[in-house]
């Protein structure tokens, strides 16, 4: 009885991770194209100071110590922590 088992259990893996394979393949949907292309110029990472927090936009401003100000779109986990004046490094997030 075991190795019908183990036999079904292998074969069941070998098609999620062959379907995972299928699926790295797959391309691009015009959406996550296009929202890379905007996204192209952006920095991947930004450490700074918090200017304004906007709650109702759901954006974060940040000031790098260069003087360059980003303006970042935020979750509602992270602007109810976000203060201004907060020092903080924030990294873009995969959207696709």
């Known amino acids: 009885m075991r190795i019908p088992r183990a036999l079904a259990v292998s ?11 299928a699926l790295a393949q797959q391309t691009a949907s015009p959406v996550c194209e296009a ?11 930004v450490e ?13 401003t940040v000031q ?8 970042f ?9 976000v203060k201004v004046g907060d020092s903080i490094m924030a990294s873009l ?3 696709c």
């Open 48 to 60: 700074g100071r918090v200017l304004r927090v906007d709650t109702a936009a759901s954006r974060v």
């Open 64 to 71: 790098e110590t260069d003087g360059k100000v980003h303006e």
């Open 93 to 95: 997030r995969p959207v």
């Open 35 to 45: 929202h890379e292309k905007a996204r192209g110029n952006a920095p991947k990472q």
């Open 73 to 81: 779109q935020a979750s509602k986990e992270t602007l109810q922590i």
């Open 11 to 21: 074969l069941v893996a070998a098609s999620l991770l062959g379907g995972g394979v």
